[in-house]
């Protein structure tokens, strides 16, 4: 395993930025009316999720990026909810709906994962101030 030096570094960020790329791509074919409305409701709940990815692993606090994490998944889930919408009212067919749908579930699955490692490493930190501090 590699050192993560930077959020650039870590692949869920970089997925999440392709999701967020793909989107901002689906939004420029929506009618302009939708573009303003559904579309940038897409582009925001797309950003969001790259955008916490990285604002958490800049936080020298491991819990923050917890946090965070949790943020950029619940946008992941937003985003997916609006890719639905927009599938059932006929702005998006189901072959442009899908893959969008899959790529943002496989980010949302990184994510989990990612935030249940630093889980553990928080618990250990937390283990190990712990006996530290029972000690006479």
């Not at 967020?20 to 420029?28: D, F, G, L, S």
């Not at 919408?85 to 072959?95: E, H, Y």
């Not at 980010?107 to 250990?124: D, H, P, T, Y």
Request: net charge positive.
């Amino acid at each position: 395993m590699t050192d993560v030096k930077s959020f650039r570094d870590l692949l869920v960020w970089q997925k999440a930025t392709d999701l967020a790329v793909n989107i901002y791509r689906m939004v420029e074919r929506l009618p302009p009316s939708q573009q303003t409305v559904l579309g940038n409701q897409m582009r925001r709940s797309a950003l969001s999720i790259p955008s916490n990815i990285a604002e958490g692993c800049s936080r020298h606090s491991t819990a923050s990026y917890i946090h965070h994490l949790r943020i950029a998944h619940g946008s992941g889930c937003e985003l997916e909810t609006q890719i639905e919408i927009g599938r059932r009212v006929a702005l998006l067919r189901d072959d442009q709906a899908a893959p969008l749908v899959d790529d943002a579930q496989e980010v949302g699955r990184m994510i989990n994962g990612l935030a249940r490692s630093l889980k553990r490493k928080l618990e250990q930190q937390r283990k190990k101030a712990k006996g530290m501090s029972d000690e006479p």
